[in-house]
């Protein structure tokens, strides 16, 4: 409900930060802070502190926590660049081209989808309802490179967070085109801006 992923990186040093969501089609703008964090393998999780805050149903998307096969499909949503692209959703989709990231890492898989500055801490699913990573860095010299750092990591982190969170148990979307994943998507995947 109150709880946000998203890259260490994107919250190092920040003093304020704002969480907005669509809820059908309205962006909603609340105060976020940090719950915890895991510099390590670049994640954090923040919470959601405002009041006039309405929960959102339960996600619809499972996380999971087994490595997904070289040559899956996925995708990725997120807000890269959000203040020069504008405030619409981005997907960009692709397969997973590598269990390991840059340089051999095991904490990401390499993924063919590209991965824009500011789609840092964006979502990386595959077809079939589950978070399967967090997307974390794009190659400058490399166009349809990215990486994503493994859910099990996210999961970890979870884990060792200071209150209870639910992890998310949504149904798998086998029948589910993408344009439709996406719509039903769309209000779990934010925009967080640091000042």
């Known amino acids: 409900g109150k709880v946000v992923a998203t890259n260490y990186h994107v919250i190092d040093g920040a003093e304020t930060i704002k969480v907005s ?19 390590a393998n670049d994640l954090a999780l923040l919470t959601i502190k405002d009041a006039s805050f309405k929960e959102l149903p339960p996600a619809p998307f499972s996380l999971s926590e087994s490595p997904v096969d070289v040559g899956s ?5 997120g807000y890269p660049l959000a203040n020069v692209l504008g405030s619409e959703v981005k997907v960009t989709d692709g397969i997973i081209s ?24 964006g979502a990386l699913f595959d077809k079939r309802g589950h978070l399967i990573g967090i997307t974390n860095a794009g190659v400058k010299s490399a166009d349809n490179v ?9 999961i970890n982190l979870i884990d060792n967070s200071p209150i209870d969170i639910d992890i998310p148990k949504g149904e798998s979307s086998f029948n589910d085109d993408l344009p439709t994943l996406i719509k039903k998507y769309k ?8 000042y």
């Open 187 to 194: 209000p779990y995947v934010v925009i967080i801006k640091v």
């Open 73 to 77: 499909s996925v995708f990725t949503m």
């Open 146 to 154: 990215g990486y994503a750092i493994k859910t099990s990591y996210l």
């Open 98 to 121: 590598a269990k390991s990231g840059y340089e051999g890492d095991i904490t990401t898989y390499q993924i063919s989808a590209a991965i824009q500055p500011g789609n840092s801490g």
């Open 21 to 39: 969501l669509f809820r059908d089609g309205i962006e909603e703008t609340y105060n976020g802070r940090v719950l915890v964090t895991d510099k």
